[in-house]
């Protein structure tokens, strides 16, 4: 083992007990690397800025997400920041997208008119369908999917904000996933 990484390990084992100034000293060190890393991926000084911000909060709040068994620190907080940077940029991604969706609203040159309403028709009919579907899934499986995909988290952000573990998060995301193609193609 590094020096450098019996060090985190202390100033990790001193962030587990609230101590500020191993805080510090952890942003001290990695900072710079975990902006290099965001920054390569967002490709933008200020989302590499939230991404770092976010990964940093992140290790604040919970700091047992470290598990010195799987390897050294300075790997863990990379990866943490990465997974949070890709995410950012699909987030980002998604956003932009719907944008331009909602901003192009003229209808296509020889478009008929009858397939949008048909295709909005059944959209709304499926709707329907899905939120009855949602309607009857666990509250703990609902909650996690709807964190997800109309709150936009991650599953680790799901994770931090409920105070479960990230496997935990996983696991009921499947199952309702699962109940939930089950109840539609029951429907459809």
Do not use: C
């Amino acid at each position: 083992m590094r020096d450098g990484d019996r060090d985190d390990l202390e100033f990790h084992r001193r962030l587990s007990e609230g101590d500020r100034g191993a805080f510090d000293e952890l942003y001290r060190r990695y900072a710079g690397a975990a902006y290099g890393l965001a920054y390569r991926v967002t490709g933008q000084q200020i989302l590499a800025q939230d991404v770092v911000h976010d990964a940093f909060m992140a290790l604040w709040r919970t700091p047992e997400a470290f598990d010195p068994a799987r390897g050294p620190f300075r790997t863990f907080f990379l990866a943490l920041v990465h997974h949070r940077a890709v995410d950012l940029v699909r987030r980002e991604s998604r956003l932009r997208a719907r944008s331009e969706r909602a901003a192009n609203l003229e209808p296509l040159v020889g478009e008929d008119p009858a397939d949008a309403i048909a295709e909005e028709s059944y959209l709304g009919v499926r709707r329907k369908e899905v939120r009855e579907a949602l309607a009857s899934l666990p509250s703990e499986q609902r909650q996690v999917l709807e964190m997800a995909y109309f709150g936009g988290k991650t599953q680790v952000q799901i994770a931090e904000e409920l105070g479960i573990p990230l496997g935990t998060v996983k696991t009921r995301t499947f199952a309702a996933m699962r109940k939930l193609r089950a109840a539609l193609e029951e429907i459809s």
